[in-house]
Structure formats: structure tokens, C-alpha cells
Antibody, heavy 122, light 111 residues
Framework: EVQLLESGGGLVQPGGSLRLSCAASGFTFSNYAMSWVRQAPGKGLEWVSLIYSGGRSTSYADSVKGRFTISRDNSWNTLYLQMNSLRAEDTAVYYC???????????????WGQGTLVTVSS | QSVLTQPPSVSGAPGQRVTISCTGSNFNIGAGYGVHWYQQLPGTTPKLLIYVNNNRPSGVPERFSASKSGTSASLVITGLQAADEADYYCQSYDSSLSGSIFGGGTKLTVL
């Protein structure tokens, strides 16, 4: 069974940093691109970032570009999201998601992790 | 404002049929990228409902179907049930943004 388990969320002050982790299991992690998707309280889904299967190529939403860094460790089957210069508008549940097909960045997300809540507030 | 446009809400009585639209542009749906749909029941994680325009993962009832034409797509739910009350999101890839995009979500109310 494919499982994605996020951790690292919490309360942080504006301007602060946080690092999210996502432990993956049940599939060949190194064969799949991965992504982070967030959902602000009471709002819709927003794609945040993606990383190719090998980890060398990444892409970011304009709202986080220059502040967030996605990375992965294929030896440890773990995805990361380093979040710096956090703002109140970054408050959201952050989901770790796997692309539905190997070596693909254009298609669907399945499954989704349970999410980890990040709250940016003073 | 989302790159993909969905109606904020739709409603229907049990047993009826409802349609949720998803409108994009020539950078995403119109460029030939697949459209995917997710169901988010209250207080839960989004779940894949339809992938690549009109494919259902195992376990998703045939009552859920979708289509795509030009720069738009639609999700159709027939035989509405109370358990279908949820938020529905469309998703695709956008070449101008080099990443995935979501619709703003549509809240389905079963009357």
C-alpha cells in the first residue's frame, strides 16, 4: 500500500522558517516525481512545487518562488520542503502528493498524504 | 484567482444529475493536457475521482463521469446521493506556469 506521511508542521512567526518532510513507502520512490500542494483554511487547493524523480529539476508556484525549496532523498524515500521568509498567507495544510505515473510531471496526483498544518502567526 | 475556473457551488436533489464545469485556456486544457478531478469530503483529504479526462480509479462508481472539449472540461454525477456532498476540484498542467494548476473548487450540496 502506498503511504505518504508528512511531518514538520507547526506554529512559526512571520519571517521564520520551517522544514516539512514526507516519508514515502509502498512504491519505488525514485521512479516518481513528487509535489507539494497546500490548502489554506476554508480555501481551495493550491499547487506549491514539484521535483522530478531524479531530484535535479524543480518547479515552483510564483507565490513561493525564491522562498521555498523542494528536495528529496531517494536513498531514504523522503521528500522535503524548506520554507523560509514565511508569511501569514502561507498558513495552510501542506499535502505531500505522488504523481500518478512514473517519470511524469503532467498528470494526476495519487495518493495524497494526510497533510501537516503550518500556521504563520505572531 | 485560480487558472481553472469552476462554479463555486452546485446543488441537486437525490437521484438527480449535476454537472460541474472547469474552464481553462490554451496553455493548459486547450493545449491537450489531461484534466483530473478530486473529491474532498468534509474534513478529509482530497481523493482522486477521475484521471486523464474520463478514467475512473478502481472503486469509483460509474455514476461519476467526465469529459473534455477545447479549453473546458466537465464532471457529471448522476443518481445523486447524500454521500456525494463534498468539494470537487479539477486539475491540469499549465505550460506557461510549468506546473500543475487547480480549479477554485465547487461545493456540491445534495438538497
Amino acid at each position: 500500500e502506498v503511504q505518504l506521511l508528512e511531518s514538520g508542521g507547526g506554529l512559526v512567526q512571520p519571517g521564520g522558517s520551517l522544514r516539512l518532510s514526507c516519508a514515502a513507502s509502498g512504491f519505488t520512490f525514485s521512479n516518481y516525481a513528487m509535489s507539494w500542494v497546500r490548502q489554506a483554511p476554508g480555501k481551495g487547493l493550491e499547487w506549491v512545487s514539484l521535483i522530478y524523480s531524479g531530484g535535479r529539476s524543480t518547479s515552483y508556484a510564483d507565490s513561493v518562488k525564491g522562498r521555498f525549496t523542494i528536495s528529496r532523498d531517494n536513498s531514504w524515500n523522503t521528500l522535503y520542503l524548506q520554507m523560509n521568509s514565511l508569511r501569514a498567507e502561507d498558513t495552510a495544510v501542506y499535502y505531500c502528493v505522488k504523481f500518478g505515473q512514473q517519470l511524469d510531471i503532467y498528470n494526476w496526483f495519487d495518493p495524497w498524504g494526510q497533510g501537516t498544518l503550518v500556521t504563520v502567526s505572531s | 484567482q485560480s487558472v481553472l475556473t469552476q462554479p463555486p457551488s452546485v446543488s441537486g436533489a437525490p437521484g438527480q444529475r449535476v454537472t460541474i464545469s472547469c474552464t481553462g485556456s490554451n496553455f493548459n486544457i486547450g493545449a491537450g493536457y489531461g484534466v483530473h478531478w478530486y473529491q474532498q469530503l468534509p474534513g478529509t483529504t482530497p481523493k482522486l475521482l477521475i484521471y486523464v479526462n474520463n478514467n475512473r480509479p478502481s472503486g469509483v462508481p460509474e455514476r461519476f463521469s467526465a469529459s473534455k472539449s477545447g479549453t473546458s472540461a466537465s464532471l457529471v454525477i448522476t443518481g445523486l446521493q447524500a454521500a456525494d456532498e463534498a468539494d470537487y476540484y479539477c486539475q491540469s498542467y499549465d505550460s506557461s506556469l510549468s506546473g500543475s494548476i487547480f480549479g477554485g473548487g465547487t461545493k456540491l450540496t445534495v438538497l
